[in-house]
């Protein structure tokens, strides 16, 4: 297991799975270790799976207050120095997008492509309202497990944030409710470092990063499923929107894993979006 040290000594750690060109991953959770992406559904690229600071096989900082997103940032940028690449391929997932946007509007020239998988809200500023997230979760209406799932949507998107709400609506983070998917749910508070999680989105600033995103040239793609109501397929759009040379795909059955739900095409999008030869860039975000 290969690691680095960042910028104030913490010893991070990083997983290499496949060969190829190397693809930068950043996780969400948030601050969740990089093991539930697996192989991201058999990318053909050699992926770099960080584990943030405080997760994983990453120490833990001497300084909580180093759990911000913007202060890992730098974190990044010392791994792709010690990667001693001039620009990285960035994928990111969830809660890890807040993150690499942050490093893409602060070192715009160091990115070469980024792929925003099941995208957060939290450091663009962009509303999902309840209504987003509910018309998202209607689709799913005939599962045997959706009324009590919807029942329990609607409370959390009027406010109600009672504990034992959220084990009900963990169905609607999947296309499917499997053995794999229940598997992962499963897995998550044991890979989750929660002191890290409640400091991480907690020095934000949209109104700085939008402006900087719509500056970034290169390409980009957004990734989301069309039933995921942690990424409704609405704000995914509007995701999309933020960058000049973006494109859009709607991945049908698939939730906020979208290479669990279906590996085969997720891999054919990503491993499109990231191959050596892209087709010349356009403006405005591509509709998929």
């Known amino acids: 297991m290969p690691t680095f040290t960042s ?14 060109e190397p693809l930068v991953c950043i996780p969400g959770g948030p601050m969740q270790a ?28 001497a300084d909580p207050t180093s759990y911000r997103c913007d ?3 730098t974190d ?7 990667l001693d690449l001039d620009q990285i391929d960035l994928l990111a997932h969830s809660a890890g997008t807040n993150l690499a946007a942050l490093y893409v509007a602060k070192h715009p020239n160091r990115v070469r492509r980024y792929a925003a998988i099941s995208p957060s809200s939290f450091a ?24 009590d799932a ?13 504990d034992n709400l959220w084990p009900a609506i963990r169905p609607l983070s999947h296309g499917r409710w499997d053995a794999a998917a229940q598997a992962l749910e499963a897995a998550t508070p044991s890979q989750q470092n929660e002191e890290a999680a409640a400091i991480y989105a907690s020095a934000l600033t949209p109104d700085e990063t939008r402006p900087a995103l719509a500056t970034f040239a290169n390409p980009v793609l957004v990734l989301a499923g069309r039933t995921d109501v942690g990424t409704p397929p609405a704000f995914a759009t509007q995701y999309a929107d933020l960058f000049p ?43 998929q």
């Open 150 to 162: 919807y029942a329990a949507l609607e409370h959390i998107t009027s406010g109600n944030f009672a």
């Open 7 to 20: 910028y104030d000594g913490t010893e991070l750690a990083y997983h290499l799975i496949g060969d190829g």
């Open 76 to 82: 990044v940028e010392a791994l792709r120095n010690h």
């Open 245 to 287: 040379n973006a494109t859009l795909t709607i991945q049908p059955a698939s939730g906020h894993f979208p290479w669990m739900d279906d590996p085969a095409a997720f891999a054919a999008a990503v491993g499109d979006f990231f191959s050596p030869v892209r087709p010349a860039a356009h403006h405005g975000p591509g509709r």
């Open 124 to 147: 663009v500023g962009i509303p999902i309202t309840a209504e987003m997230r509910l018309e998202t979760a209607r689709q799913r209406a005939g599962e045997p497990w959706f009324d």
């Open 34 to 61: 990089s093991a539930y992406l697996g192989d991201l559904g058999g990318l053909p690229r050699q992926l770099v799976m960080l584990d943030l600071r405080g997760t994983g096989d990453s120490a833990v900082p």
């Open 71 to 73: 202060r890992q940032v």
